[in-house]
């Protein structure tokens, strides 16, 4: 079946570590996204990614990194700079997203312990 | 720069009755407008969209919604609510040329037996 596939659903992080969160997608979709939600304040855009080799900061990258080196992922670390990583994470990609549909994946729950 | 509004964190409804979740949007250019819904610990699914041509907009799940540009509003309604109906909804904007979606705070809709 085609769509996003995040990786893994639930994770733990020590202060001070850094951790990646996996995004995968058989759509052939040129365009991923990582956006970060929590309670009270919607979703917030991380980096986006419009072609291979190629990202932009969204509106709160501070603290994160992507790396775009294949089409099908696009996967998100969150670096001990990042001071309250605890959320919801959402990937997203879409083949046009201005016109057509952005599709999510299921989110990746972070907890820092 | 564009921005979504959507008025009401919480709404709350009997089974049967009418649900109006409200969104205004800012935008100097003509936008694009979606509607999504967002299940526990689950990512977003499309509802609805509006691009261009006819300002009524059916979705899924017997929602719909009509683009009123006098009033900047894309507000979503369904006439008769279902327990089922019980999510958070996200409206958000985007525009021709734009490379991501800009997200309202999302409306909590509550259905009460």
């Known amino acids: 079946d085609g769509g996003i596939t995040q990786s893994p659903k639930y994770l733990f992080r020590k202060e001070g570590q850094n951790v990646t969160l996996s995004c995968e997608q058989n759509?052939?979709?040129?365009?991923m996204y990582w956006y970060r939600q929590d309670p009270g304040q919607g979703l917030r855009l991380i980096y986006y990614?419009?072609?291979?080799?190629?990202?932009q900061k969204g509106d709160i990258a501070e603290g994160y990194s992507v790396s775009r080196e294949k089409k099908e992922s696009f996967p998100l670390t969150v670096t001990s700079a990042q001071k309250n990583p605890t959320a919801f994470y959402l990937c997203?990609?879409?083949?046009?997203?201005?016109?057509?549909?952005?599709?999510f994946g299921e989110g990746s729950w972070l907890t820092v312990v | 720069a564009q921005s979504v509004t959507q008025l009401g964190s919480h709404v709350s409804v009997s089974e049967g009755a009418l649900v109006l979740l409200r969104c205004n949007y800012s935008?100097?250019?003509?936008?694009?407008l979606f509607w999504y819904v967002q299940y526990p610990n689950q990512g977003l699914q499309l509802l609805l969209k509006?691009?261009?041509?006819?300002?009524l907009v059916k979705g899924i799940n017997g929602f719909e919604a009509e683009f009123k540009k006098s009033e900047t509003s894309f507000h979503l309604t369904k006439p008769s609510a279902h327990m089922s109906d019980a999510a958070e909804y996200f409206c958000?904007?985007?525009?021709?040329?734009?490379?991501?979606?800009?997200f309202g705070q999302g409306t909590r809709l509550t259905i009460n037996p």
């Open positions: 935008s100097s250019v003509p936008p694009y």
């Open positions: 997203a990609s879409s083949v046009d997203p201005a016109k057509n549909t952005i599709y």
């Open positions: 990614s419009q072609i291979v080799n190629d990202f």
């Open positions: 958000a904007v985007s525009r021709l040329g734009a490379q991501k979606l800009v």
């Open positions: 509006y691009t261009t041509g006819a300002t």
């Open positions: 759509l052939n979709h040129d365009a």
